[in-house]
């Protein structure tokens, strides 16, 4: 929360881990795959997840609409309100 009020805007991040394979819970489980990744992030802020916490919704913007790849907490409507753009499900 601090780091988005002092950006003062969205975050926007991409998912820790490759596709299909389990979550990422700790910043030790991102180095982990990262030591396989070609691109490597700027910073990888240290803490942690609940184990129980919930895959992130996974969207894709193309043509002015969105497209939902992974259902997660965040819900089309939700989405369709925060965006203003049509929602694909």
Do not use: Y
């Not at 009020?5 to 820790?16: H, R, Y």
């Amino acid at each position: 929360q601090d780091l988005l009020i002092a950006f003062k805007g969205p975050l926007i991040t991409t998912s820790a881990n490759p596709a299909g394979k389990p979550l990422c819970h700790t910043h030790q489980e991102v180095l982990k795959w990262l030591k396989k990744a070609q691109a490597q992030p700027d910073i990888v802020f240290e803490g942690s997840l609940p184990e129980n916490s919930p895959a992130s919704t996974v969207i894709e913007p193309k043509k002015g609409k969105i497209s939902i790849l992974r259902k997660g907490p965040m819900t089309g409507g939700q989405l369709k309100t925060l965006l203003r753009v049509p929602i694909i499900e």
